[in-house]
């Protein structure tokens, strides 16, 4: 009359993520860290865009610190997120290639406001 409890389904079975989600992921971790490598490169030299400074000519070169930490800090966060999301979304067998797409974005922004604020620190 009943099934036995072994037999009774405990839920719906969940779908598996296909290999199209393994393929995006591969490719958005390339570009993640890509572009994570060369903001980092690219930081390094916002403190040549001070060499013209002499004497005063409107330079502020206590600037340059917050810009490359913008980049830095930018840069480690973005890492963080992907790989805790990424984690967390293929251990619930959801996608995951959007979590370094978003971290990547968010990598270049970083970038272009490091990039502004060191703008701001050269010669006047």
Same mark, same amino acid.
């Given at each position: ?6 037999? +009774?389904? #405990? ?27 060369? =903001?980092?490169?690219? =930081? ?44 967390? #979304?293929?251990? +619930? +067998?959801?996608? =995951? ?28």
């Amino acid at each position: 009359m009943f099934a036995p409890i072994a037999a +009774r389904p #405990c839920g719906p079975p969940r779908e598996r993520v296909g290999i199209v989600d393994a393929v995006l992921s591969v490719l958005a971790w390339a570009t993640l860290l890509v572009a994570s490598g060369y =903001s980092v490169l690219v =930081s390094s030299t916002f403190v040549m865009g001070t060499a013209n400074c002499r004497g005063d000519n409107g330079c502020k070169t206590d600037l340059v610190s917050p810009a490359m930490g913008t980049v830095w800090i930018g840069v480690l966060v973005a890492l963080i997120a992907a790989v805790s999301g990424s984690v967390y #979304c293929i251990r +619930r +067998r959801w996608y =995951s290639f959007y979590w370094p797409i978003i971290s990547t974005v968010v990598v270049i922004a970083c970038l272009y406001i490091g990039a502004a604020i060191a703008t701001a620190a050269g010669p006047q």
